[in-house]
């Protein structure tokens, strides 16, 4: 009912910065909230930053300062633009949605976009 499309990842040198995008489609009447996690492997998901349809925005402590996320609504897009990173920053980033639909909220993922941050 609703996709969401990642891209950005990539490989990057310590203190280098990467924007990740993620672009929901399908049947949205609004989106409440967007948010990054990430997860390596073997470990749980956790969240890194999310924005509400307000623009109110909260980040993790590990990347207070150095990432931030941002919004373009009339694009149905979240983005993360992520400077100053590290080696630890190193994972699979995933987008998440809370959206409204026709039949009701929903809460989607993206298939997730590597990021790897090495000299």
């Known amino acids: 009912q609703v996709q969401l499309v990642e891209s950005g990842g990539g490989l990057v040198q310590p203190g280098g910065s990467l924007r990740l995008s993620c672009a929901a489609s399908g049947r949205i009447i609004s989106i409440l909230t967007w948010g990054w996690h990430r997860q390596a492997p073997g470990k749980q998901r956790d969240l890194v930053a999310t924005i509400t349809s307000n623009g109110v925005t909260s980040y993790a402590d590990s990347v207070k300062g150095r990432f931030t996320i941002s919004r373009d609504s009339a694009k149905n897009t979240v983005y993360l633009s992520m400077n100053s990173l590290k080696p630890e920053d190193t994972t699979v980033y995933y987008c998440?949605?809370?959206?409204?639909?026709?039949?009701?909220?929903?809460?989607?993922w993206g298939q997730g976009t590597q990021v790897t941050v090495s000299s």
């Open positions: 998440y949605a809370k959206v409204r639909t026709p039949t009701g909220v929903g809460q989607y």
